[in-house]
């Protein structure tokens, strides 16, 4: 269950690491690494890290491994 922070985060326009790895087609594991090393930028929202829209799209485009 997602607090109300994250949900009001999410109609800002964030997405979670889980939301980002399905759209690339990678594992949740693969975008929390990037997040980790700096190669994709979060912002905490409570134990929650949240990626902007662009900073997922851009990811995606990099890694996306689905059609």
């Known amino acids: ?6 949900m009001k985060a999410q109609a800002k326009g964030y997405s979670t690491p889980n939301d980002v790895a399905v759209r690339a087609g990678v594992h949740r594991t693969t975008v929390a690494l990037a997040i980790r090393q700096g190669k994709l930028r979060s912002k905490k929202v409570g134990n929650v ?3 902007s829209e662009r900073d997922a799209t851009a990811f995606v485009a990099k890694y996306k491994l689905t059609k």
Not at 1 to 6: E, F, I
């Open 49 to 51: 890290s949240l990626v």
């Open 1 to 6: 269950m997602l607090s109300s922070a994250v």
